[in-house]
């Protein structure tokens, strides 16, 4: 299969191109990226502006669409520029695949997701879910996770503490309060991608411990 995956130097995405490379169901990963990526025989990492997407570009149509793309607020600076990363940039992605034809849509969401909540950032992931539901993939899986755990290039306070404090508690807190480690939810992703089951589907926190 030819996968498409957007996001592939963050956190997450790292671990699901390695993954995807490894993995023989996939015969081709396009990523597209704004940083230069190792070369790999399996690997076409196209340099693009996700500001200016070109709509003909070859590498739409394919066999599924992995989106790990994702910012902070910190990072951002701003609302604005944040739903910038966090919505606009996945849904024209989603929008040039399905466009081509390709049939499934793989999104790396956030355990609270949800278009009415009075967080932004969980707002503004479900809004997100809610966009892409409407796109007509044959398939579409929403990846939910919590607390991700990793090294991150950049570290974040607040989230180290608040890991350190999880870890500690993890064998008495329920599933969906522990930490999700990164290469388990780029399993949970690329499994997601390459199976393609009809419909939408939702895969929670408590499935990525």
Known sequence: MQLLLVGATGLVGRHVLRLALADARVTTVVALARKPLPTHPKLLAPSVD?????????????????????????????????????????????????????????????????????????????????????????????????????????VRAGEAALALVLGALAPVLPRRWRINPAERIAQALLEAAVASAPGVHVIASDHLT
Do not use: H
Not at 94 to 103: F, I
Not at 119 to 145: C, D, H, I, M, W
């Open 50 to 154: 996700f500001d200016a997407l070109a709509p003909g570009a070859s590498w739409w149509r394919a066999d599924a669409v992995i989106c790990a793309l994702g910012t902070t607020m910190k990072v951002a600076g701003s609302q604005a520029a944040f739903r910038k990363v966090d919505f606009d940039y996945p849904l024209a992605v989603a929008r040039l695949a399905r466009a081509a034809g390709t049939p499934a849509y793989v999104l790396n969401s956030a355990a609270g997701a949800n278009p009415a909540s009075r967080f932004f950032y969980n707002r503004v992931k479900g809004e997100l879910e809610r966009e892409l539901a409407t796109l007509g993939f044959a398939s579409l899986t929403q990846v939910r996770p919590g607390l991700i755990g990793g090294e991150r290039e950049s």
